[in-house]
């Protein structure tokens, strides 16, 4: 070969022969044919180590050579190999790393194109889950797309990250200029290397595609001290770039990739292990990272870190376990006199779990961690013990009578057997318990089926009750903790029980066959089951069942639906109303079936819901979306009401009238005029044209409206009713009364929700931000619990996400944070707001009908008109303050009345630009001309402009 384009350092040692195998074939596999391949074998390499590398090198003697350069050290044998290299590109991989096919095709080439001396790519690693493997999270915006940089601050997380440990190639010529050679006295020299060749080379390409797989799984406990010392040297080499603040970076990066893993692992090691690894943490971690990065951590991680610092191992568990489990109160909690709640072993800033809200939870509602200390098996018999946690703040009942009882419960089950716990000793920071019991009379599984049943304890003072599941270490039971089963159907169905400790880190029983007569037993059920016969039959269940969900599949139902449904005759009076895709009872469709109620017309009502009908009126009929019932509703009704669109593959009878009410004046571009939509291929654009051509009738509440939503969906005049949305009906009306009466006492949904008439309610209704599909939980922009902690005595925050998403909320005071997303009708909600916070939701329209105070929170607002596109600028027509950040936003919300008062008139011309057809008679209007036949003679009502 001459001189090749890329040469691969591998590094033989840890993973044996296979290991060296399969590098060795991922190199000789490359598409890229100029690649050569050296074998670095450590000093008294295993005869089986040098055995592959020579064979490899006899098979191909001009692609592999094998270095035996006499020392142990990785670093050396990487240098040897760096010395060694004849490749414009110099490559580096570990003894079980594995290169894509094209990986050293696509490096050369994109070094090649750049004039790049550093080209880095992705990588992925073990996840320690069997051959599961995944590239690091923080990988996706390095990697996003192919680039070149001029200097690494460019692509800071090149250093910030421990990005260039694997996956990237350098070009010799640069390794020689600058004398790039690993530290042959750091045992982690591959977390050094890459960020001072990043610093030090000149162009550097970013390719998108993935280089290495079968990294190692990281494990940190192994060597922490030299895994700290090479951050500290990639530090010095940052700080000699004078770069401070990607070294604090850097820092926070650390801890979140190796501090905070390494103290998740700790249920699953042994306790010398633990002890061994906090013991280390102790003499190398303080002074690493400075506290103010270490007070950038979510409480829980920076409580771990910190109790890693001081050596406590015991701590350090018990901030394990509640960071596998969230939510839990893993440890006793204290609550000082400024109200902040510490650790134990506070008062330390970086303790303060303040913003967990555990403080807000009463006994019964907080998961505790109970932590198993002792099992015990001495045959039938069983011997635990274990303590349950208390935070300061609350408790049982100090007057109550305390008993606790030991639950065994089926896995995916109803079934459970109780054991009274024997001997309970509570204190002040904790319940200290312990029971004997016979667990071969006291669990009588039948055998088969369940053969998994999980503990917990259930604690009671006479007036709450306590849940919580038994933690325990992984190596608090093993098979010497074996006790006699007995199940109801006999000895041959199972024989022994096993405790062992879940995934979850939870106590369990698993019912075994350990002796002759049960495995004898378990394999002839076995061979029943799965010799030709069985799987036959198997078989055919398999496809009968696949046949009964084919016909519970949208598409049969499609098929059917037009072929056969549609043939029947109409039902007259029929009507079928659906909100918001069946999510809920509410906005425009109940305000025309209340209307159509109140008047007495002799019409069929028929509701659709999607999930629960908790809500939904219990005096008309309910179908559920897609179902059956569903279909045969929509194809024998003679009207459709709805306000977002009844799917779009079912055709409209002939005969039936669809009013589409619609849920909102458009701020973003919809419909035709939306990217997403334009970009559609042509079958996708007719099937949005033909599911629009259904409507009969549309609402529009203004002008602004037919400029373009009308527009926007192409709905021909004739379909237009200027009447308004009938749910602002009842906003209207609400502002006569404040008008005439002022605004006490509330509505009565203010009692249901808690709200107190001394506190401002404030709704903060952000919009929908993802794309049609699942109902998905969303962080929130607004943090929850710096407003509760800001205007917890003066406001009540009412969220509500979009129906589309689910609002995740941190615990707050009681009272100052309600979630109000499920409520069925948000008319009912603004009807009780004193001030709307928002960003580009269309409820602004709505609620600029109260002529009330709007504050929008829009942080990105010139990056979400950008992407979504606007009819008009928002900072112009604004009806209230647009504010980018949270302080500016409670900044306005401190001085409302100052920060509202040159808004008035803006306000006004809002509404009266965007609900200039809303005058409070809409629902009347609609029923008047859409249901006309339906109305006696002498009651109809001339619509004006419904009727335009």
Not at 104 to 133: I, P, Y
Not at 760 to 783: E, H, I, M, N, S
Request: with cysteine.
């Amino acid at each position: 070969m001459s001189t090749p384009d890329v040469s691969c350092v591998i590094t033989a040692g840890e993973g044996g022969e296979d290991a060296l195998a399969a590098s060795l074939e991922s190199v000789l596999d490359q598409s890229l044919r100029a690649v050569e391949a050296l074998v670095v074998l450590p000093a008294g390499a295993p005869a089986g180590l040098c055995t592959a590398a020579g064979s490899a090198a006899v098979r191909s003697p001009d692609r592999v050579r094998v270095l035996d350069p006499g020392t142990d050290g990785v670093a050396s044998l990487r240098n040897a190999g760096l010395d060694a290299a004849l490749g414009t590109y110099v490559l580096v991989l570990d003894a079980g790393e594995r290169l894509q096919r094209h990986a050293c095709r696509n490096l050369w080439e994109a070094g090649t194109r750049t004039r790049a001396d550093l080209v880095a790519g992705r990588w992925s690693r073990s996840t320690g889950e069997g051959s599961k493997e995944r590239e690091p999270s923080w990988q996706q915006p390095l990697f996003a797309r192919s680039r070149t940089v001029a200097r690494f601050t460019e692509a800071p997380e090149l250093a910030v990250r421990d990005a260039l440990v694997t996956g990237f190639c350098v070009r010799r010529a640069a390794l020689e200029r600058h004398a790039l050679r690993y530290d042959e006295d750091l045992t982690h020299s591959e977390v050094l290397f890459g960020p001072l060749v990043a610093a030090v080379v000149g162009r550097i390409a970013l390719v998108r595609r993935r280089i290495v797989s079968g990294r190692a799984a990281p494990d940190a406990g192994r060597d922490l001290a030299g895994l700290v010392e090479a951050h500290r040297r990639v530090c010095h080499v940052l700080a000699a770039q004078g770069l401070a603040e990607l070294r604090e970076e850097r820092d926070k990066s650390f801890l979140l990739d190796h501090l905070v893993p390494l103290v998740r692992t700790f249920p699953e090691r042994p306790v010398a292990a633990r002890e061994r690894v906090a013991a280390t943490a102790a003499r190398v971690l303080p002074d690493v990272v400075p506290e103010r990065v270490l007070l950038t951590l979510p409480p829980v991680e920076r409580v771990g870190v910190r109790l890693l610092e001081r050596g406590d191992a015991d701590g350090v568990l018990t901030a394990a376990y509640a960071l596998r489990r969230r939510g839990v109160v893993a440890a006793p909690l204290s609550v000082q006199d400024d109200g902040r709640v510490y650790w134990q072993g506070g008062p330390d800033p970086v303790l303060d779990v303040t913003e967990l809200g555990h403080q807000y939870r009463p006994f019964d509602e907080l998961k505790l961690m109970n932590r198993v200390t002792r099992y015990e098996a001495h045959g039938s018999r069983v011997l635990l013990a274990g303590r349950l946690v208390l935070p300061s703040h609350t408790g049982p009942a100090p007057d109550g009578r305390l008993t606790a009882r030991l639950e065994f419960r089926v896995r995916d089950g109803s079934r459970a057997f109780h054991a009274p716990v024997d001997s309970l000793r509570p204190d002040a920071t904790g319940i200290s318990w312990s029971t004997g019991l016979d667990v071969t009379r006291l669990l009588r599984p039948f055998g088969p089926r369940d053969t998994v049943w999980d503990a917990r304890m259930v604690v009671e003072d006479g007036r709450t009750r306590s849940v919580s599941d038994l933690f325990a270490a992984h190596d608090l039971v093993g098979p010497g903790e074996r006790s006699p089963a007995r199940p109801r159907l006999g000895r041959t169905t199972g024989d022994t029980w096993q405790p062992y400790v879940t995934l979850r880190d939870h106590l369990a029983l698993r019912l075994e066959a350990r002796h002759r007569p049960a495995r004898t037993a378990r394999g002839l059920v076995h061979y029943a089951t799965h010799f030709r016969p069985a799987r036959r039959v198997r078989l055919a269940l398999r496809a009968l069942g696949r046949r009964r969900d084919r016909l519970h599949a949208r598409g049969f139902k499609v098929a059917v639906y037009r072929s056969w449904l549609l043939r029947l005759p109409k039902r007259r009076g029929s009507v079928v109303f659906e909100s918001h895709m069946g999510t809920c009872y509410g906005d425009s469709p109940r305000a025309v079936h209340e209307e159509v109620r109140a008047r007495g017309l002799r019409l069929r009502p028929v509701w659709v819901h999607a999930d629960s009908t908790e809500g939904f009126p219990t005096d008309v009929r309910l179908v559920r979306r897609w179902s059956w019932r569903y279909l045969w509703a929509l194809a024998r009704a003679e009207y459709w009401v709805d306000n977002q669109g009844f799917p779009q593959n079912l055709d409209k009878p002939s005969g039936t009238t669809y009013l589409q009410t619609w849920h909102g004046s458009a701020y973003k571009r919809m419909g035709f005029d939306e990217t997403r939509v334009r970009l559609q291929n042509t079958p996708q654009r007719e099937r949005l044209q033909q599911a629009v051509h259904r409507f009969d009738h549309f609402l529009v509440r203004s002008e602004h409206d037919e400029r373009t939503l009308a527009r926007a969906y192409r709905l021909p005049e004739r379909t237009l009713l200027r009447t308004g949305y009938p749910r602002n009906d009842v906003l209207l009306a609400a502002r006569a009364r404040d008008e005439a009466e002022g605004r006490l006492p509330r509505p009565a949904l203010a009692a249901e929700l808690g709200l107190p008439d001394h506190r401002k309610v404030v709704l903060y209704a952000p919009t929908f931000r993802g794309r049609p599909g699942t109902r998905k939980r969303q962080r929130l922009l607004l943090d929850a619990a710096r407003f509760a902690e800001r205007f917890g005595d003066t406001y009540t925050l009412l969220v509500r996400a979009h129906y589309l998403e689910a609002a995740s909320l941190p615990a707050c005071p009681p009272g100052t944070v309600v979630d109000v997303s499920r409520h069925h009708d948000v008319s009912e909600i603004l009807a009780l707001t004193d001030v709307l916070v928002t960003d580009y939701s269309s409820i602004m329209f709505d609620y600029a009908l109260l002529d009330r105070p709007i504050v929008l929170f829009a942080p990105d607002l010139d990056a979400y008109a950008a992407e979504r596109g606007s009819y008009f600028d928002l900072r112009e027509k604004a009806p209230g303050p647009v504010t980018a950040t949270e302080e500016e936003l409670f900044a306005v919300l401190a001085r409302l009345k100052t920060a509202e008062t040159g808004f008035q008139e803006r306000r006004t011309a809002f509404a009266e630009e965007f609900g200039a057809y809303d005058r409070g008679d809409a629902a009347r209007a609609v029923v008047d001309t859409v249901f006309a036949r339906h109305l006696a003679p002498s009651r109809t009502v001339p619509t004006g402009e419904a009727g335009r």
